[in-house]
């Protein structure tokens, strides 16, 4: 099981951040929470997300749940990141494969798709699956990722 995690959000996902921080906490994870820290300030979902992939680039964090309206945006902005493989996970089910298969590090959520109590069962796979390894068939194909678009696809 992971030890460190960052979480952010925008406005739109600081409602359910407030509820999973305390929560990650006390499972016994370190937190790192990048803000929004108000739900009503309007504020933009890529200042939250590239904030916490550069923190994943650095090696900052092991891994990172981005919160906003439906997950979307965030993922977009953190998939910019050569070394962030993010997935906008609305089922347990694709947290599960996002981790076996995708080796993702950085989780999305949609605080207006996904139920407080289903978001925890989502983070809950996603924090203790494990990638299937670099042994498995999964490997060659992440490794593509960033082969075929070497410098972020310039
Ligand atoms: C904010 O209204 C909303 O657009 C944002 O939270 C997110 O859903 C974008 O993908």
Redesign the pocket.
Known sequence: MVKTVAIAS????YELKTVLQPWLQELGLTVVDLGAFNGSESVD?PDFAARLARGIREGEFERGILV???????A?MANRFPQVRAANCLTDFTARLAREHNDANVLTL?S?VVAAEYAKAIVTTFLRTEYAGPESRHQRRIDKLAALAPNGGK
């Open positions: 925008d406005h739109a996902g979902y906003c309206g439906t997950g979307i945006g965030m977009i949609g207006r």
